[in-house]
């Protein structure tokens, strides 16, 4: 196909509840949107990346930047465009996987469309429905976070995740413990607020009996996490050291993560996000959905990737009302703690344009 239009959209996105992560705190998501037209169709994609560069070097505002002068012209100048060719087309821009992958969803989402596949058929999908769970921030007291599990709890999500950070973490993680009985799923989450030097103190986890840790060091430090991941019995699961199948490959054979959480616009898209999946799964390495307080645009595409067949662990794919009052497409709505995936062409849901338009931040910026 051939893209005629890319326009961007920054929408404000208020949070049902403050989202405290050992990096910041959020209680409006800024999240950027890529609208597509092209001559076969139209498309959306959203970008996963935050408002400040706090979990990874992409923000909001550099992945604008980054599509307009750099990655637009690219798809603009290309005679016909097709999904699978992006990672090639895109190669002269090094890194920018979010902003890559904002593109490629879109991309994809019309290509789809045109063709009546749905994103779930493209990718692989052996599932109609999945397994999920939720992340739960860090809470301003322990009894607040209880309260907050046991919401989760109560609405039947089948796994708990927290986010730890030094001085909120075995206490808290006890607790949750206690809260939901020993066979609960519970997970933990750092998102790389630990050193080396923790390694003791973090071993003390493993009495909570926790399905796994993430990514308690820094992104590039994967020789932390080997160590780490010998000294402790709780399995290490990497998160943002992941940006690539060859990153995730020579993680495992290091033996830094025995389980990974898969995030498409970390990796660069949907595809690299299947390779991924596929390299996990033939070394026998269980896989997880992670989440970035998507909408209900990537919300969709997600609870299709978390229907291929090495997703086997419950994902960060949680409802649309943990997130946000309203969504910008149909919500997404728990059924027995576990989330239908769509059917229908392309990401399966409609954009609630009018909504776009009345949250956008700043008026939309057509690229021609
Ligand atoms: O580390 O998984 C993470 C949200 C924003 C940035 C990083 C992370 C998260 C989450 C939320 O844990 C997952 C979700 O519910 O979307
Ligand atoms: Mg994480």
């Not at 637009?72 to 090094?94: G, W």
């Not at 322990?142 to 730890?164: C, F, M, N, P, S």
């Not at 949680?318 to 910008?328: H, M």
């Amino acid at each position: 196909m051939k893209v005629e239009s890319i326009t961007l959209h920054r929408v404000g996105m208020p949070l049902v509840r403050p989202f405290e992560t050992s990096f910041g705190r959020e209680t409006e998501r800024v999240v950027l949107l890529v609208h597509l037209v092209t001559d076969v169709g139209e498309g959306w994609g959203e970008c996963v990346a935050g408002k400040t560069p706090g979990y990874s070097s992409e923000y909001v505002e550099g992945c604008a930047h980054v599509i307009e002068h750099h990655l637009a012209p690219l798809l603009f100048r290309a005679p016909h465009v097709r999904a699978a060719d992006l990672e090639r087309l895109f190669a002269p821009v090094v890194g920018h996987r979010m902003a890559k992958a904002a593109l490629e969803a879109a991309v994809l989402d019309a290509e789809l469309r045109a063709s009546g596949i749905s994103f779930a058929h493209y990718l692989g999908a052996v599932r109609t429905e999945v397994d999920c769970g939720v992340s739960v921030g860090i809470s301003p007291s322990i009894d607040e976070l209880l309260t907050e599990v046991q919401g989760y709890v109560d609405a039947g999500y089948r796994r708990i995740k927290l986010k730890i950070k030094p001085g909120w973490d075995f206490e808290p993680v006890r607790r949750v413990r206690d809260l939901l009985g020993p066979d609960a799923a519970l997970q933990v989450d750092a998102n790389t607020a630990y050193t080396r030097e923790d390694i003791a103190h973090l071993s003390r986890l493993d009495d909570s009996g926790l399905l796994l840790i993430e990514q308690p060091f820094d992104e590039e430090d994967i020789a932390s996490h080997v160590v780490l991941a010998q000294a402790i019995e709780t399995p290490v699961c990497l998160d943002e050291s992941i940006v690539s199948v060859g990153v995730a490959i020579d993680a495992i054979d290091r033996g830094a993560t025995s389980i990974v959480n898969i995030k498409p616009g970390r990796v660069g898209g949907y595809l690299p996000a299947v390779a991924i999946h596929d390299a996990c799964r033939a070394r026998g390495i269980p896989v997880w959905c992670g989440g970035m307080l998507e909408t209900g645009i990537g919300r969709a595409m997600n609870v299709a990737l978390a229907a291929l067949p090495g997703f086997t662990l419950p994902g960060d794919t949680s409802a649309s009302d943990r997130y946000y009052a309203e969504d910008l497409t149909e919500p997404f709505v728990l059924d027995d703690g576990r989330l239908a995936v769509p059917t229908g062409p392309g990401s399966g849901v409609t954009v609630r344009t009018e909504l776009v338009r009345e949250w956008g931040l700043q008026p939309p910026v057509l690229l021609t």
